[in-house]
T-cell receptor
Framework: QKEVEQDPGPLSVPEGAIVSLNCTYS??????FMWYRQYSRKGPELLMY????GNKEDGRFTAQVDKSSKYISLFIRDSQPSDSATYLC????????????FGKGTRLSVIA | DAGVTQSPTHLIKTRGQQVTLRCSPK?????VSWYQQALGQGPQFIFQ???????QRGNFPDRFSGHQFPNYSSELNVNALLLGDSALYLC?????????????FGPGTRLTVL
């Protein structure tokens, strides 16, 4: 079993839809949870990070962490064609510069 | 601010050859991490450099080595290339410290091994 599981998709939704992206993990020692967006031929860019359990909102994006279920989610409201990208969940054991452990990524297409 | 830069953009090598990839961190960052991203996979941590020393290492063989220079830039070297080394190699830079530090990624170097 991989440490971080993420459905690779692809996921295709109409413009304006609410998108739900999810990851599960096996190691309860993870404390920091991140979502990265990666456009084709680009490096990942950080969208959201959360420490421990709880919700965090930033504009159209909401990140949720449920440590009891070892489950994290990213919701995108009012999705736009510009949101079409691969979304990677990542997590780390500690703060500072501990290595990130990534999921496979979910490829999202938002159709106009 | 130039962000994280990597060179070259693309590289084609044959099995058994050696390759060197380069990374310049974001201005003010002194910690550099390298990741390998195979097609359709998430990035996998190779190693991290801080103060010109390898501080942490992932599950990669000794064929993968690196270096950090006094200006914080870094190189990733891969010897005896295998077909399975074909991937996007990502460099990420960050600040040191005990609190959460965002890792900023460069655009990557795409390595193809024939």
């Amino acid at each position: 079993q991989k440490e971080v599981e993420q459905d690779p998709g692809p996921l295709s939704v109409p413009e304006g839809a609410i998108v739900s992206l999810n990851c599960t993990y096996s190691n309860s020692a993870f404390q920091y949870f991140m979502w990265y967006r990666q456009y084709s031929r680009k490096g990942p860019e950080l969208l959201m990070y959360t420490y421990s359990s709880g919700n965090k909102e930033d504009g159209r994006f909401t990140a949720q962490v449920d440590k009891s279920s070892k489950y994290i989610s990213l919701f995108i409201r009012d999705s736009q064609p510009s949101d079409s990208a691969t979304y990677l969940c990542a997590m780390s054991f500690n703060s500072g510069n501990t290595p990130l452990v990534f999921g496979k990524g979910t490829r999202l297409s938002v159709i106009a | 601010d130039a962000g994280v830069t990597q060179s070259p953009t693309h590289l084609i090598k044959t099995r058994g050859q050696q390759v060197t990839l380069r990374c310049s961190p974001k201005s003010g960052h002194d910690t550099v991490s390298w990741y390998q991203q195979a097609l359709g996979q998430g990035p996998q941590f190779i190693f991290q450099y801080y103060e010109e020393e390898e501080r942490q290492r992932g599950n990669f063989p000794d064929r993968f080595s690196g270096h950090q220079f006094p200006n914080y830039s870094s190189e990733l070297n891969v010897n005896a290339l295998l077909l399975g080394d074909s991937a996007l190699y990502l460099c990420a830079s960050s600040l040191p410290g005990l609190t959460y530090n965002e890792q900023f990624f460069g655009p990557g170097t795409r390595l193809t091994v024939l």
